[in-house]
């Protein structure tokens, strides 16, 4: 019964995400259909064993527990003793051979560390750990740029080896885990449409909508989950227990205000020369946040939320100068602009 209640209260959370977000326009593509790209900077690791659950729950900032056929995944961040982000994760409910097991979804650069990470903490727990990302890939499969387009897509979603809604903001399409692009195409029902784009593409926009994800935007060890929007992209539960990181992450959240936070950045050209921590500063010359990282016009940044307006730009190595708008993304709640929790 407290299972169900507690997946009852994560879908809750997502369909009000889904209410509140509207997604932007922009020129990247005239396309009108969903579009799928293949996703080579992440990768995925297997958990297997009777005790993945309960190694879990101590481990990550979301709660496991709802994880199954009725909530097939799940947001997380894994922090470290002193509440930092070290890896942003995306879990999935998958069964293997008749027994549950869990897919670990997260940036490719730090597998290895992240495996060496699961082994230290594992024990004695009936945990099998192993990296598949060379045998499956990773794919998102995003809606139609046009807003206006309410073309659906579906798929043989058993003909997949996963397929999930993206759980941090559920109108940014689907996850897929498949052996390769060919394998997804096939899968597509007749009447729907998936036209094959970049992953460039991809990042442009979760970045036009201030989804962060992998090292770059979240360098390990070096920025917040709250800052990081953990709690409004849906990957966190403060009635878990202990994790991780959970004293400094809990305390903060209730008696904290977070002033700073990733937002979206919109530059009037295509930057290039800049790197992550970069000063973004106002018209006076003070620094109002740090340059993250971008791709085409659309970019992220680590912003302080009450200083946002006005003029704002950032320098490259060379010393050209780059304006830059920023607003609170539309599924922030709105009291949030005003630099609330």
Not at 22 to 51: E, F, M, P, Y
Not at 109 to 127: E, G, N, S
Not at 211 to 228: A, K, T, V, Y
């Amino acid at each position: 019964m407290k299972i169900l209640l507690k997946t009852l209260q994560h879908i809750s959370s997502r369909l009000h995400v889904a209410h509140s977000i509207i997604v932007c326009r922009r020129n990247i593509s005239s396309s009108s259909s969903w579009t799928l790209h293949a996703l080579k900077s992440r990768g995925l690791i297997q958990l297997s064993g009777t005790d993945v659950n309960p190694f879990l729950q101590g481990l990550v900032t979301n709660d496991v527990t709802v994880l199954g056929p009725e909530c097939t995944s799940l947001h997380s961040m894994l922090l470290n003793v002193q509440g930092r982000v070290m890896y942003d994760l995306l879990l999935y409910h998958k069964v293997l051979e008749d027994n549950p097991s869990v897919i670990v979804e997260h940036d490719r650069r730090i597998t290895t560390d992240l495996i060496k990470t699961l082994k230290r903490y594992k024990i004695r727990k009936k945990v099998n750990i192993s990296d598949i990302s060379d045998d499956l890939q990773v794919f998102s499969a995003l809606p139609p740029v046009d807003e206006s387009c309410e073309t659906g897509l579906s798929l043989e979603h058993k003909s997949l080896y996963l397929s999930s809604e993206d759980p941090r903001i559920s109108t940014f399409g689907r996850r897929i885990v498949a052996p390769s692009e060919d394998n997804v195409m096939k899968c597509v029902h007749q009447g729907s449409e998936l036209a094959s784009s970049t992953e460039e593409e991809y990042h442009e926009r979760r970045y036009m909508l201030g989804l962060s994800e992998g090292i770059i935007d979240l360098p390990p060890g070096n920025c917040f989950p709250l800052e990081s929007n953990l709690v409004y992209l849906n990957g966190v539960c403060f009635h878990k227990g202990c994790y991780i990181g959970q004293e400094l992450t809990a305390r903060t959240f209730h008696t904290g205000v977070t002033r700073k936070r990733l937002m979206p950045l919109k530059f009037e050209i295509v930057p290039s020369g800049l790197s992550a921590g970069d000063n973004i500063v106002n018209e006076k010359g003070k620094s109002v946040g740090k340059f993250r990282n971008s791709a085409g016009k659309h970019g992220l940044g680590l912003l302080r939320v009450a200083e946002i307006k006005g003029t704002i730009s950032v320098t490259n190595n060379d010393g050209q100068i780059y304006n830059v708008e920023a607003m609170p993304p539309e599924w922030w709640p709105k009291e949030e602009e005003k630099g609330h929790l």
